[in-house]
């Protein structure tokens, strides 16, 4: 063992690793700080509704951070709008995939998709959806017809049950579901509508029709 302090592997080694987890605390820390920011704009968010839109003092207010903290992982507060909406897609989609693995057949994984697209126009979640989407809409991160990309990764989700229908264009045939019904969601959205369940059955009807014949 050399203690001299002359630089060997073994030190350089130790020394990655010290460093490495220097920097997983740190991304920790990091990780921790922007979950308060999402969530705290959200309530922030939701209380306005479409009146008014937050400012970043109300937005670090409600998560117990300061304007330093804020603007470590955020340029502007139109950056964490497009955050929000992102990180809405991926939790949508997320919850729309578990419902879909409680189906066995294809036909019912597609209902339980339209299901969960729409879920977005209950009562309980209708409110922050179009406040966001309304704070998204002025700030030219997004359009006011959906999250940004929504029916990217949502379609994905469609393509096997379609496939497994006999689609012969499965990908294309699942991007044109999602932006139909992502843009009905909109209509329920703005016009406060909530879906029903006679709703849920036709939309999941015209699902079905997109089919491409082999």
């Known amino acids: 063992m ?4 002359s630089t ?5 080694d130790l020394a990655t690793r010290i460093a490495a987890r220097a920097l997983a605390d740190r991304g920790a820390v990091y990780a921790s700080e922007v979950r308060r920011l999402l969530d705290a704009a959200l309530v922030v968010i939701r209380s306005l509704g479409t009146n008014s839109r937050p400012r970043v003092a109300d937005i670090v207010a409600q ?8 603007y470590r992982h955020f340029k502007s507060k139109d950056a964490l709008v497009s955050a929000i909406l992102e990180d809405g897609s991926e939790r949508l989609t997320t919850y729309v995939a578990h419902q879909m693995d409680k189906e066995n057949t294809p036909e019912g994984k597609i209902r339980r998709w339209v299901e969960g697209v729409l879920s977005q126009a209950d ?19 997004g359009a006011v017809s959906g999250p940004p990309s929504a029916s990217g990764p949502l379609a994905t989700l469609l393509r096997g049950p379609l496939a497994a229908l006999g689609s012969a264009a499965p990908e294309f045939d699942a991007t ?4 139909a019904t992502v843009g009905k969601l909109s ?9 029903t369940d006679s709703d849920i059955d036709r939309i999941t009807e015209f699902c079905l029709r997109t089919i491409t014949p082999a």
């Open 2 to 5: 050399d203690m001299s302090g």
């Open 8 to 12: 060997t592997e073994p030190t350089q």
């Open 63 to 70: 998560a117990g951070l300061s304007n330093d903290v804020f």
């Open 123 to 141: 009562e309980d979640s209708a409110a922050t959806t179009r406040a966001v989407l309304w704070n998204a809409g002025g700030t030219g991160v």
């Open 176 to 179: 044109l579901a999602a932006h």
């Open 187 to 195: 209509d329920y959205l703005w016009q406060r509508i909530q879906p």
